[in-house]
């Protein structure tokens, strides 16, 4: 072992001495020895040295260690012989407790703040920060000047000043204003604060709403083997202020508001750096004793007694080394009366009627939200909740201007039912139905032969406007029960969604009044803005065919009351279907309740029991999903583990089909802020629900291939990569894949290429397939040259029925090449219809499969 000409000194007041040593160079002899005493276990007391961090240096001497991050480590897979180990375990555990402060906080994809309370040499935070691009600032909250001083030094030499800043200050009264972070973080800093309930307190003001708490400390024993005396003598000889156990630091973290807070030992971690400073310690002392001063050595060898002492005291009991967990609750605010009372199961949403700290505030369709309304919330509301379909009613500009997101709930009932009500008027509109009813019969001249002038629903031309969510939904039952059915759209052509059409085979219109010429009922589905009122004006009311109908489920204000009046009372269109009006309730004079022709309901299309507990049940998703807060409940496990089936079902499969390659390849599944994946060394067949892991033992599947497909679409939630025999040698051809069949459809102009670099580690390779996915949008196959092929889609089981069928159609490709005839090409029309075909949702790859695939496989 070299000794470094650097210097030494012991420096923290709790890991080794409440001394500052002064610093010498372990190679020299330069001071004079005769004030010193080698008398076994005498403190020296040296002047202070100035502008240096002397235990950054120490560390550095001792340890033999290049790393600037000297916290006790977390050494799961590292070997304390290995080079440079402290400093590894250091990173290891910043990594690990960043890693579960983000998995607290799944939602939170990028812009992502925090405050390093105690920063010190700011090691943790520029560490962060280089290696988590999501963090978009990173306060450094720290006491000492001259350790503020060297860390700004640190950040601007790796030019990180625009995310990482350095304050000086206390962690018990901080500069920032309240609600600033989305995680407040602390790695062994709290061990000196005077209370631990102002820190905590003080953590949870500066952290927003839904926020988390993660820190690293060392604490006092559960059952110390300590007499009141030594516990005294102990507690002011290494300067700990107040001094809690494990439990009593959660009871004050509780009591500062904080919920879920969770307690995690990590004695026997620093238990182990303990060992291996008193390992490299004892080194120097063994055989170096020639080489440095007897000075020097009388401090390696009082550095020596007080690790033994901390390895005596960490069996007896003494102190714990721990990582705190914790969420900040958010504040609802229920504005209007719920039509059925609220259920709140969990902890970390706190309802409450004063509106300070208020986070959320929930409103109905009559509880209106102007611009004032809104500037007047407090400046804690970051989420308002509206009890409709409809946002006519809030001021969605002021809300978007103070960065308060407005959702709605109930959305899944809501439509559901919107849809229902709109086909059945559809179809009872174009039959001419309503306009029947209260006919007189059996009456003189009726019998079963009377006809009535009415359209089936598959030789209409329906014309709709907008294309949401409730429009595609309709479209989509539609096409269910009338496929020959001409279904007509028109939004702005910014809007137009080519996917969309294809799918559900619909006509766009860019010309709205042309549209209504053609068409047999007329439906508008657009929400109600300053562009769409009176959308169905004089000038389209006009163009409808006498023939023709107008159903309204969307605003009364998208059509014009008077034009539309004019138009019934002439017979200009044959019926009008209102289940909304303008003004609403119409008076009880106004033209439209005397006409025969207008069929007049009360904003009836959601008014049932069903839809109005699902608009109050869906609070509490809405604001698990926003705040991330649902991410530990019992919806994630389910989550988890379905993912977990269907990864080890799609394992089987491929190895029962012969298309695996032993332990190589992966299979993988978006889930928190990784993955679950392959586990590596396992046989396809062998592999169970219980097998999959969050990273893998092989490198190229989560740092490279599938991080890189991940990244470039958010869309993506599975991939599965094969080296199929007849993939691969599809891989190999210059002309690539050629689609020439039915079942090549799922990949017409679905194909990525990359042209494979050799090395699937490499750091450059990521970036490279990232890029060659995004440039192929909506595509769902990486070919990869002389290599494999990915396939990737909305679940694990269009990924592996994609993967499965593009083998197939390999192999179909390979054949019909090696018959040497002339090749029959599909026309492009032809593929567009199959493709059309190939997507239709009870079709579409993995719907009609996979729960007959599932049944093939038994993990019994």
């Known amino acids: 072992m070299s000794i470094r000409s650097s210097p030494i000194a012991v420096s923290d007041s709790f890991h080794f001495s409440h001394y500052y ?159 600033t972070f989305d995680l407040a973080f602390s790695q062994d800093a709290f061990i000196h604060a005077v209370s631990k309930k102002k820190t905590y307190e003080e953590a949870y003001r500066v952290t927003k709403a839904g926020g988390a708490f993660v820190f690293c400390d060392l604490m006092a024993g559960d059952e110390m083997d300590l007499t009141q005396e030594e516990q005294q003598k102990f507690t002011e000889s290494n300067v700990l202020n107040d001094w809690l156990t494990p439990a009593e630091n959660v009871q004050v973290c509780r009591s500062a508001g904080w919920k879920q807070v969770e307690f995690v030992d990590l004695t026997t971690d620093m238990r182990i750096s303990f060992q291996l400073m008193l390992k490299k310690v004892n080194y120097i002392l063994e055989h170096t004793h020639a080489h440095i001063s007897n000075m020097s050595r009388v401090l390696l060898m009082n550095y020596s007694k007080k690790i033994k002492e901390r390895l005596v005291q960490i069996d007896r009991g003494v102190f714990k080394w721990a990582v705190i967990h914790a969420r900040k609750p958010v504040q609802l605010d229920m504005a209007c009366k719920p039509p059925v009372p609220f259920i709140n199961t969990s902890d970390l949403i706190l309802e409450k009627k004063e509106q300070e700290d208020t986070s959320i505030v929930v409103v109905d369709i009559l509880h209106k939200m102007p611009r004032e309304k809104i500037e007047k919330l407090p400046k804690s509301v970051s989420l308002l909740i509206t009890l409709s379909a409809g946002l006519d009613h809030i001021d969605t500009a002021a809300c978007a201007e103070r960065g308060i997101v407005v959702k709605q709930s109930g959305r899944d009932a809501i439509t559901s039912h919107v849809v229902q009500y709109a086909l059945a008027f559809i179809i009872l509109g174009l039959r001419d139905a309503l306009n029947q009813s209260g006919l007189p019969f059996p009456s003189s001249g009726w019998d079963l032969n009377w006809n009535c002038e009415g359209i089936p629903l598959d030789n209409a031309k329906i014309a709709i406007i907008g294309m949401g969510t409730i429009a595609t939904q309709l479209v989509s039952r539609i096409r269910a029960i009338a496929p020959d059915t001409h279904i007509l759209y028109h939004v702005p052509d ?39 009122e009176h959308i169905v004006s004089e000038e389209i009311i006009s163009k409808l065919k006498p023939s023709a109908g107008l159903l309204n489920v969307a605003r009364g204000k998208v059509v014009d009351t008077d034009a539309l009046v004019q138009a019934l009372q ?27 022709n207008c069929h007049i309901f009360p904003h009836y299309a959601t008014n049932t029991m069903a839809v109005r507990k699902a608009l109050v049940e869906d609070i509490q998703p809405i604001v698990e999903e926003h705040y991330g807060l649902g991410y530990s409940d019992e919806k ?15 394992h089987q499969l491929t190895a029962s089909m012969n298309l695996d390659m032993l332990v190589l390849n992966h299979i993988s599944a978006r889930f928190k802020s990784g993955c679950l994946i392959t586990p590596g060394r396992m046989l396809w067949k062998q592999v169970k629900p219980q097998d999959l892991v969050y990273s893998s033992s092989n490198v190229t599947a989560d740092i490279t291939i599938h991080q890189a497909i991940y990244e470039a679409r958010s869309d993506i939630q599975a991939i599965i990569h094969l080296h199929t025999p007849a993939a691969t040698a599809v891989s190999c051809l210059e002309d690539g894949f050629v689609p020439l069949t039915q079942d090549s459809a799922y990949f017409y102009g679905k194909i990525a290429n990359y042209e494979w670099d050799g090395v699937s580690d490499d750091s450059s390779e990521g970036p490279k397939i990232t890029q060659a996915i995004r440039a192929n949008p909506g595509c769902n196959t990486l070919l990869m040259q002389n290599h494999g092929y990915v396939c990737f889609g909305r679940s694990v089981r269009e990924a592996w029925v994609l993967a499965h069928y593009f083998e197939r159609c390999c192999e179909v490709q390979l054949r019909v090449m090696q018959t ?3 090749i029959k090409m599909p026309t492009p029309g032809v593929m567009k219809k199959a493709v059309e075909a190939s997507y239709l949702l009870e079709i579409a790859p993995g719907v009609c499969e996979w729960d007959a695939l599932c049944k093939e496989v038994s993990f019994e």
């Open 21 to 179: 040593w002064k610093s010498w160079d372990l190679s020299t002899e330069e001071q004079s020895e005769a004030e010193y005493s080698d008398t076994e276990g005498e403190i020296l007391a040296p002047n202070p040295v100035k502008h240096e961090d002397i235990k950054l240096k120490f560390y550095n001497s001792i340890l033999g260690d290049d790393s600037n991050n000297i916290h006790f480590g977390k050494w799961d897979n590292i070997a304390p012989d290995q080079p440079d180990a402290y400093g590894n375990a250091s990173q290891a555990m910043t990594d690990y407790m960043f890693q579960l402060a983000l998995d607290l906080q799944l939602h939170r994809k990028d812009d992502f703040t925090y405050v390093d309370l105690g920063s010190g040499t700011a090691a943790s935070a520029i560490s962060i920060a280089e290696r988590y691009p999501q963090v978009a600032r990173a306060a450094c909250l720290n006491l000492c000047h001259e350790q503020n001083s060297s860390a700004s030094h640190s950040i601007q030499e790796r030019n990180l000043e625009d995310r990482v800043e350095i304050v000086e200050g206390t962690f018990e009264d901080s500069p920032f204003p309240d609600a």
């Open 494 to 532: 910014v809007f137009r969604d080519t996917d969309t059409e294809q799918r559900y085979k619909l006509q766009f219109y860019s010309d709205l009044e042309k549209m209504a010429s053609e068409c047999d009922i007329l439906v508008p589905m657009c929400p109600l803005t300053k562009q769409t």
């Open 570 to 596: 002439t017979k200009a269109i044959k019926y009008a279907i209102l289940d909304t009006t303008f003004p609403e309730p119409l008076p009880k004079d106004h033209k439209l309740w005397k006409m025969k």
């Open 636 to 650: 994630l496990k389910k989550v988890e583990k379905r993912l977990r089936f269907d990864l080890a079902v799609a």
């Open 820 to 822: 040497g005839a002339k």
